[in-house]
C-alpha cells in the first residue's frame, strides 16, 4: 500500500477513537500518552491542554474521562485501536514497540531507552530515522519534544517521510 494510502485510512480511522473518547472530530493529530510516573503524567496534562492536538491519556488511576476539550484519560487502550493513533509518548516502561511501528505510529521516548538499536531520532533535513526523543524525565522535556514534533507534523512531506521510516523497520 502508497504511504499516502496509509495515511487516508490512519485519518479515517482517528475519527472513530475521537468519537469514542468525546473528542470533537475535528481533524489534528491523534497522541496516545503511556507515561507510567504519575506526577510527570498529571503535570504533562495541564500542558497538553494547551496544545492544539488531541491526547488520549493510559492512566491506571483514573476512569475514562474527558479532561478538557482535547484530553482523554483512559484506562487501557485496545490493541486493535492503535492504528487510530499517529504518535505514542512514553517513558523507557514500552513493551512491544514493535506493535506500535507496525501500525505506523511514530514515538517519542526518553533518549536512553533500551529501543536505540531501532530508534534513532528524526532529521527532517535528511529526512532519517523514525523517532523523536527527550532527554529528561519530567513533564518539561516531555512537552518540547511533542512541541517540536507537531511543528514537524504540519508538514506534509516530512510527515510522510517520518512515517515511511517508521514503517520500513
Do not use: C, G
Amino acid at each position: 500500500m502508497h504511504i499516502s494510502s496509509l495515511l487516508t485510512e490512519k485519518k479515517k480511522n482517528n475519527l472513530i477513537i475521537k468519537s469514542t473518547y468525546w473528542l470533537l472530530q475535528k481533524y489534528k493529530p491523534l497522541w496516545l500518552i503511556r507515561i507510567s510516573d504519575q506526577s510527570i503524567r498529571n503535570n504533562l496534562i495541564e500542558w497538553l491542554k494547551f496544545i492544539n492536538a488531541w491526547f488520549v491519556v493510559i492512566s491506571q488511576w483514573e476512569e475514562n474521562i474527558l479532561v478538557s476539550k482535547n484530553i482523554a484519560i483512559v484506562n487501557w487502550v485496545d490493541d486493535s485501536m492503535l492504528s487510530w493513533f499517529d504518535f505514542v509518548v512514553s517513558d523507557d516502561n514500552i513493551e512491544k514497540i514493535s506493535d506500535y511501528l507496525w501500525v505506523w505510529i511514530a514515538p517519542i521516548i526518553i533518549r536512553d531507552n533500551h529501543l536505540s538499536n531501532i530508534l534513532k531520532e528524526f532529521n527532517p533535513m535528511k529526512n532519517e530515522w523514525n523517532a523523536y526523543f527527550y532527554d529528561e524525565k519530567n513533564h518539561w522535556s516531555i512537552t518540547y519534544s511533542v512541541i517540536r514534533y507537531i511543528e514537524n507534523y504540519k508538514f506534509p512531506f516530512d510527515n510522510k517521510n517520518l512515517i515511511k521510516n517508521v514503517i520500513s523497520i
